[in-house]
């Protein structure tokens, strides 16, 4: 939504200035940014006089990782499964036409996916 300025072009630099140096915003950011290190350093500490604790919290991260990987794997076999299923109920003829681009269309996304993924 933009707002609309009456006046001269000096009275609008003025009021687009302030609205974007707003003064509350800026410490508020700035303030949030001091506390988001603090904690970061902290933590970085604690993982730092405790390697055990370092290496359980990577190997549990990884373990994320791999569960999203396979959830990501899953939902893609339920996509393919569900787009057999739809085009199973198609007329033989439009079955081949349309098993064909989907073959295309998801051999060639598969392989962008890849390309980035690697």
């Known amino acids: 939504m ?3 300025y009456e006046g001269d072009p000096l009275d609008l630099l003025v009021r687009s200035t302030q609205d974007l140096l ?3 915003e800026l410490v508020s950011e700035a303030t949030r940014d001091i506390v988001k290190d ?3 350093h902290y933590i970085e500490k604690k993982l730092k006089d405790d390697p055990r604790l370092a290496a359980d919290l990577r190997e549990a991260i990884h373990q994320l990782l791999e569960a999203r990987a396979r959830e990501y794997g899953a939902l893609l076999r339920v996509g393919a499964l569900t787009a057999r299923l739809g085009v199973s109920t198609l007329p033989e003829d439009v ?3 349309i098993s ?3 073959v295309g269309l998801v ?3 598969l392989g962008q996916i890849a390309e980035k993924a690697l």
């Open 100 to 102: 064909q681009q989907i």
């Open 38 to 40: 603090e904690i970061r």
């Open 22 to 24: 707003r003064p509350e």
């Open 2 to 4: 933009t707002e609309e």
């Open 107 to 109: 051999s060639s996304e």
């Open 95 to 97: 079955r081949r036409m």
